[in-house]
């Protein structure tokens, strides 16, 4: 291989490595503002999950705050109705365990509004993501029709008749053809520098010196 056709084949391997890198701007800038809006439907899904969360932790909320008043209205129950009781122990013991209830369902209370003020951040966060998403597929939609009008007006005035100008990419291949008829004729070349290499090294032989001499005499014309 020469070194032109070398030199040709590293051009084209970069040629077509960014041809590959820099393909259609369109459907780049398509797949980039699907990819954003499936983004922005994941958030969405994300938003109406937290907030489906928070709907069922607030009627949680007050069904418990509904079980504290119910036990510690038990409780002064219990008690108030033992006053005259015969077993003041087992009176008090009933109104502990409803005290106990209580106390739990204050626990669960308290732990849920630390969860549902965890999930307020959550959706205003997630809310937040939404109207900076939706501003950028905004920005990227106008952008994406203004080289979209762009690339279309220039594909479109692109000559298509056989005798227009040669493009970087057709002088490209026609170079390509050129270095092909070149590399052949270095070929041919090569082979022909063989042949003579060879022919000079019979030419200092013996033998075929004797045998040249010998068919030069019989291939002369013998003088009368």
Do not use: C, W
């Not at 970069?14 to 990819?35: C, I, Q, T, W, Y």
């Not at 008690?79 to 626990?107: C, D, F």
């Not at 762009?150 to 008749?161: G, L, M």
């Amino acid at each position: 291989m020469s070194y032109f056709k070398k030199l040709y084949d590293i051009g084209e391997e970069k040629v077509n490595s960014f041809r590959k890198k820099h393909g259609n701007p369109l459907r780049e800038f398509e797949d980039a503002l699907e990819n954003l809006r499936a983004d922005l439907t994941e958030l969405m899904q994300q938003t109406a999950e937290f907030q489906a969360v928070k709907i069922r932790s607030e009627k949680d909320m007050l069904e418990y705050k509904t079980r504290i008043a119910e036990f510690e209205r038990k409780a002064e129950q219990i008690l108030a109705a033992g006053r005259e009781s015969a077993n003041p122990e087992a009176i008090e013991k009933a109104a502990a365990h409803a005290l106990g209830m209580k106390r739990m369902y204050a626990e669960k209370s308290t732990s849920l509004t630390a969860q549902i003020t965890g999930i307020d951040d959550k959706i205003n966060f997630l809310k937040n993501s939404i109207e900076d998403m939706q501003e950028r597929i905004a920005h990227y939609e106008k952008e994406y029709a203004f080289l979209k009008a762009n690339y279309e007006k220039a594909e479109a005035s692109k000559p298509t008749d056989t005798d227009a100008p040669i493009t970087p990419d057709d002088r490209f291949e026609a170079m390509k053809l050129k270095m092909d008829s070149m590399e052949s004729e270095y070929s041919k070349l090569d082979r022909l520098a063989d042949d003579l290499y060879l022919a000079d090294k019979h030419l200092r032989d013996a033998e075929i010196q004797t045998e040249l001499e010998a068919l030069k005499q019989k291939i002369t014309p013998k003088r009368s």
